[in-house]
Nanobody
């Protein structure tokens, strides 16, 4: 059974940093694209960042220059380093795995999802 477990969320102040982790079990994703999405109350799920199997990364416009995705294939884990956090970054952050195309930016492109971790940025 494939499971994605996110961790690292919490309540922070504007300008702070957080590092989210997503540990996968039940399947090795070293040859697969993985991604982070987020969803704020009343809004649609939004693409945050993705990383393909060779380490090429993609970021959403709203987080470019502030967030960075990385992966540790030996640990079957993907990370999201979030810097210079803003109140508009407040959302539930979801890990996604097993990219199946055609675009990294669409939620439908991923087969597996975690339960999410809450990030709240207070001003």
């Amino acid at each position: 059974q494939v499971q994605l477990a996110e961790s690292g969320g919490g309540l922070v102040q504007v300008g702070d940093s957080l590092r989210l982790s997503c540990a996968a079990s039940g399947h090795t994703f070293s040859n697969s694209g993985m991604a982070w999405f987020r969803q704020a109350p009343g809004k649609e799920r939004e693409f945050v960042a993705a990383i393909n199997w060779i380490g090429t990364t993609y970021s959403g416009d709203s987080v470019k220059g502030r967030f960075a995705i990385s992966r540790d294939n030996a640990k079957n884990t993907v990370f999201l380093q979030m810097n210079s956090l803003k109140p508009e970054d407040t959302a539930v952050y979801y890990c996604a795995a097993s990219y199946r195309g055609p675009t990294y930016f669409a939620a439908a492109a991923y087969a597996y999802w975690g339960q999410g971790t809450q990030v709240t940025v207070s001003s």
